[in-house]
């Protein structure tokens, strides 16, 4: 019940795409949801979240949606550069606690 | 920027052995953590510590590990005695406050076990 399940694994787009990594979740208790991005060779940052009272949220180019009915959020990435590549984690938390659960990660690559 | 840092970046020990990994988190936070990577898997909750007590953790959390705050800036994870399934990338994060404060993430200390 803790899992946050995330897909795909990898996604390899052109320069100029909108990669959408999605992200499911099962315990209804989460009410945050952040957005991580990894470099080789650094710790997870953060890069965007949400909390469930909105369905949208816009950071520059990077976009959180957020469908509570299906317990499912997903990032999109507008206007993709080759910068972009990295490493990106779902994650959600209670505002209660202080655990982090993660999803599995998904390995972007960015075309030149 | 203040960022969180970690030492050593990697640890090679011989099952068994104890091992420290150190952090310095950023230096006005209340709130440390140790998250934990092993290789090809998701990142994984170890610990959280605040006011000098563990404030939550995980079932992997057991008898082999501990964790202090043993100045004004250190926080340190120790392995009793180290298994080969505890090689992994082990990173602290500092926050400010709990819940949905930023966690700010350290590098990280690849930890092989051989």
């Known amino acids: 019940q803790q899992q946050v399940k995330q897909s795909p694994q990898s996604l390899i787009v052109q320069k100029g795409g909108i990669p959408i990594i999605n992200c499911a979740y099962e315990?209804?208790?989460?009410?945050?949801f952040p957005w991580y991005q990894q470099f080789p060779g650094k710790g997870p940052a953060l890069l965007i979240a949400?909390?469930?009272?909105?369905s949208e949220k816009k950071e520059g180019r990077f976009t959180i949606s957020f469908n509570k009915s299906a317990k499912q959020f997903s990032l999109h990435i507008m206007d993709s550069q080759p910068g972009d590549s990295a490493t990106y984690f779902c994650?959600?938390?209670?505002?209660?606690?202080?655990?982090?659960?993660f999803g599995e990660g998904t390995q972007l690559t960015v075309n030149p | 920027e203040p960022e969180v840092t970690q030492t050593p970046s990697h640890q090679v020990t011989q099952m068994g052995q104890e091992v420290i990994l150190r952090c310095v988190p950023i230096?006005?936070?209340?709130?440390f953590y140790w998250y934990r990577q092993i290789l090809g898997q998701k990142v994984e909750f170890l610990v959280s510590?605040?006011?000098?007590?563990?404030?939550?953790k995980s079932e992997i959390f057991d008898d082999q590990f501990s964790v202090e705050r043993p100045d004004g800036s250190n926080f340190t994870l120790k392995i009793r005695s180290t298994k080969l399934e505890d090689s992994a990338m082990y990173f602290c994060?500092?926050?400010?406050?709990?819940?949905?404060?930023?966690?700010?993430f350290g590098p990280g200390t690849r930890l092989t076990v051989l």
């Open positions: 510590f605040y006011n000098n007590e563990i404030s939550e």
């Open positions: 315990n209804t208790a989460f009410d945050y």
């Open positions: 994650a959600a938390s209670m505002t209660s606690g202080s655990r982090l659960t």
């Open positions: 230096s006005n936070h209340l709130y």
């Open positions: 994060a500092s926050s400010q406050g709990s819940g949905t404060d930023t966690q700010y």
């Open positions: 949400i909390r469930p009272d909105v």
